[in-house]
């Protein structure tokens, strides 16, 4: 799963990966936690390639009201296609969602509170999380006020054998070169593309400050202890059949 992530590449480096104009007034976050806005890029009308801000948190097209708890944050790549959810947002509308790091959490021994790790790719720098998007209208006597919700969520994976040990889900990971088939490509291609990160990943053990969404500052990004690397694997995967987040 996925629940806590990084962004503080500079500007020109998103401009560069993913290919586009706009100069968004995008701040370093080093804590992004559900329900805020994140940024994200999507196709426009036009078959062009557009910045937007979403909230991370999925609510259906189809959905009497917004849910006050439970956001939907991750969809199972395994089910993505077929679940409700997700189905149709799946379908019509992926996005991706620029990420440099990603936080997980792991008892180190019965009874002992959780530690956070923050999990980047080996040579770090930014790359994309798999998502989709989903536009849900307020009822009409909201319209002329807020006319339509806009909402998102990071698709997930078994983990990469190499950070199995932390958790045994993980966010999709794109390759840069699979950027447009994810965006346009059929419903084949995209979903070929869900499969644990095959790249090199490293891992650090950071401080329980990220544990609260309040604190988004540099400091969380600190090892407090040695990093681990770990580099490509194709060695068995965990078992992860019976995690269904949602």
């Given at each position: 799963?996925?629940?806590?992530?990084?962004?503080?590449?500079?500007?020109?480096?998103?401009?560069?990966?993913?290919?586009?104009s706009?100069?968004?007034?995008?701040?370093?976050?080093?804590?992004?936690?559900?329900?805020?806005m994140?940024?994200?890029?999507?196709?426009?009308?036009?078959?062009?390639?557009?910045?937007?801000?979403?909230?991370?948190?999925?609510?259906?097209?189809?959905?009497?009201?917004?849910?006050?708890?439970?956001?939907?944050?991750?969809?199972?790549?395994?089910?993505?296609?077929?679940?409700?959810?997700?189905?149709?947002?799946?379908?019509?509308?992926?996005?991706?969602?620029?990420?440099?790091?990603?936080?997980?959490?792991?008892?180190?021994?019965?009874?002992?509170?959780?530690?956070?790790?923050?999990?980047t790719?080996?040579?770090?720098?930014?790359?994309?999380?798999?998502?989709?998007w989903?536009?849900?209208?307020?009822?009409?006597?909201?319209?002329?006020?807020?006319?339509?919700?806009?909402?998102?969520?990071?698709?997930?994976?078994?983990?990469?054998?190499?950070?199995?040990?932390?958790?045994?889900?993980?966010?999709?990971?794109?390759?840069?070169?699979?950027?447009?088939?994810?965006?346009?490509?059929?419903?084949?291609?995209?979903?070929?593309?869900?499969?644990?990160?095959?790249?090199?990943?490293?891992?650090?053990?950071?401080?329980?400050?990220?544990?609260?969404?309040?604190?988004?500052?540099?400091?969380?990004?600190i090892?407090?202890?040695?990093?681990?690397?770990?580099?490509?694997?194709?060695?068995?995967?965990?078992?992860?059949?019976?995690?269904?987040?949602?």
């Amino acid at each position: 799963m996925c629940g806590r992530y990084t962004l503080t590449s500079p500007l020109e480096a998103l401009s560069d990966l993913f290919g586009i104009s706009e100069r968004p007034n995008l701040a370093a976050s080093y804590n992004i936690a559900p329900t805020q806005m994140v940024a994200t890029i999507r196709i426009d009308n036009d078959g062009s390639r557009q910045f937007s801000r979403l909230i991370w948190g999925l609510v259906p097209s189809w959905a009497k009201e917004v849910a006050k708890s439970g956001p939907l944050i991750n969809a199972r790549g395994e089910t993505v296609d077929s679940k409700p959810s997700f189905r149709d947002a799946f379908r019509k509308r992926r996005c991706l969602i620029p990420a440099d790091g990603f936080y997980e959490w792991k008892r180190e021994k019965p009874g002992a509170p959780k530690q956070p790790y923050r999990i980047t790719l080996a040579e770090e720098g930014l790359f994309a999380f798999a998502g989709i998007w989903e536009r849900w209208e307020y009822p009409k006597a909201m319209e002329s006020v807020v006319p339509a919700l806009e909402t998102c969520a990071i698709v997930t994976t078994l983990a990469a054998p190499s950070i199995g040990h932390i958790h045994h889900r993980m966010p999709v990971i794109l390759d840069d070169a699979d950027h447009a088939t994810w965006l346009t490509a059929s419903l084949d291609e995209s979903l070929a593309l869900i499969r644990p990160y095959e790249g090199g990943l490293a891992a650090h053990t950071v401080s329980t400050r990220v544990n609260a969404v309040r604190n988004d500052d540099a400091e969380l990004l600190i090892p407090i202890t040695t990093g681990e690397i770990f580099e490509k694997s194709r060695d068995s995967q965990p078992d992860g059949s019976q995690f269904d987040l949602f």
